[in-house]
């Protein structure tokens, strides 16, 4: 009987399943959980709120992730919105907090309106990918930049984690970013780098903020966190589902992604998606032999997430714990493949290429005019000029 039993479990969740999932659930974190600190920092939050937000990312992949993965018997990864992160920590508005978390729940909103109504996603899908990824590359830039102005003021730091970032990705590219994380922590640990830890608590903990509106804010985060999160993470996450052969509306995704960040935006959640690298991990042939029941991997990522929401109190605590030159230099690592992935899509068509370039500039410039940030107004300038440029093709 319980050889049987064993074989049945084995079957339903093979070795292969256990370890696709936390590969993945280890890399969606801990590539990019150094930005989400970052974005909380430039926020203003304190460390109990950017412990809180966290905690409630991880939680609104694992229960999210798991009710949508059982519900619709496929593996629905999902991740935290890493553009979005670096959108938010890009911000030098300086709104505060209770503004953030409003335009969290703002984007979040619209995300979930966009599923409800299938002609909205109709249009979404007419959004240039080139002008939205040219806002994407200049968000990213500035961060990149900043990896190499590290080596201005720690160049044994910069320079050893930007060669084993090249040696990684070459021979280990799908786990480059978690080698990188270990190779600074245990630099930094050995330098005596690693201040006084945050006092809190040894857990995972929910700090609610009432969220203040401010019209500001959200035509210069909400809007663009919204678009960008859906061009860069939800429509590339569908691709990934739909690659390994399965055929999600995307209607309910989006709309439930987006739920899930409205009720967790208090919390200081930005933004409850889709993942897409992560989610190739989990949804092929590699994780499970049957596509029937490949399900159970969205589970099992949802419950190492689970672990991570437990344990994130302490793990931020590290993150604010590291000189800033260190976070700089992870998160600039971090998104060299994202910076080469938009700038890729932001001169893919050669007729938008003029609009895209706009765009980049623009973003990337970091201005704030009205109050207003520089993502809003990149958007702005690239959408004025394929306008123009349309407008000037009907007269010809």
Known sequence: ??????????????????????????????????????AGQAMGGSPVQIGSAVTALCLGIALGG???????RMPV???????????????TLQVGWPAATAAFAVAALMMMVLGMVPMLGRLANRIPPSV???????????????????????????????????????????????IVLAGAVALVVLRGDVGALPAG??????????????????????????????????????????????????????FFTGLATLLLAPFGAHGVNLAAITAAICTGEDAHPDKDKRWIVGLLYALFYLVLALFSAPLVALFLAMPPSTIAAITGIALIGPL????????????????????FAATASGIALLGIGSAFWGLAVGFLALGARALLRRKD
């Open 201 to 254: 608590a040894m857990f995972g903990t929910l700090s609610p903020t009432m969220p203040a509106f401010d019209a500001r804010v959200i035509v210069s985060l909400a809007i663009p966190l919204f678009l960008v999160t859906l061009v860069s993470q939800n429509l590339p996450g569908l691709v990934v589902l739909r690659s390994a052969g399965y055929e999600p509306s995307p209607q309910p995704l989006l």
């Open 132 to 178: 939205a990824s040219a806002m994407l590359a200049g968000v990213l830039l500035p961060f990149c930049l900043a990896l190499f102005h590290t080596f201005e003021s720690d160049w044994v730091l910069a320079g050893l984690l930007l060669a084993l970032f090249v040696i990684a990705r070459r021979l280990f590219p799908l786990y480059a970013l978690l």
């Open 1 to 38: 009987m319980l050889m049987r039993r064993a074989a049945a479990a084995h079957r339903l969740a093979p070795p292969a399943a256990w370890s696709s999932a936390v590969i993945a659930a280890l890399i969606g974190f801990g590539g990019t959980v150094a930005l989400v600190v970052q």
């Open 77 to 91: 990864v999902l991740a935290w919105s890493t553009p979005g992160a670096a959108l938010v920590a890009a911000s």
């Open 340 to 359: 080469a992935n938009a700038i890729g899509g932001m001169l893919a068509e050669p007729d938008d290429r003029d609009a895209a370039i706009l765009t």
């Open 66 to 72: 798991a009710a949508l993965s059982f519900s619709l």
